[in-house]
């Protein structure tokens, strides 16, 4: 409330700020709900016993950080 009171906002003002904070709080729900329902599902699809592509990859990281530092 003070904040609101010392940027002296008007009633129009802040109707505004309001719905575009319930906007974002509306995509964020609905992005929170994706995340949840992927998060259910992410390790029967994509984990298996043949991840070594991932050392793979970790290797050929460290290697470029490794040559690419000062």
Request: net charge negative; hydrophobic share 35%; proline share 1%.
């Amino acid at each position: 409330m003070d904040a609101i009171i010392d940027c002296k906002f008007s009633y129009k003002k802040l109707s505004q700020t309001l719905s575009l904070v319930r906007i974002c709080q509306n995509k964020l729900n609905i992005e929170s709900a994706d995340l949840v329902e992927f998060s259910e599902t992410f390790i029967e699809q994509y984990a298996t016993d043949h991840n070594e592509c991932f050392r793979v990859a970790e290797g050929l990281l460290r290697r470029i950080s490794y040559t690419s530092s000062p």
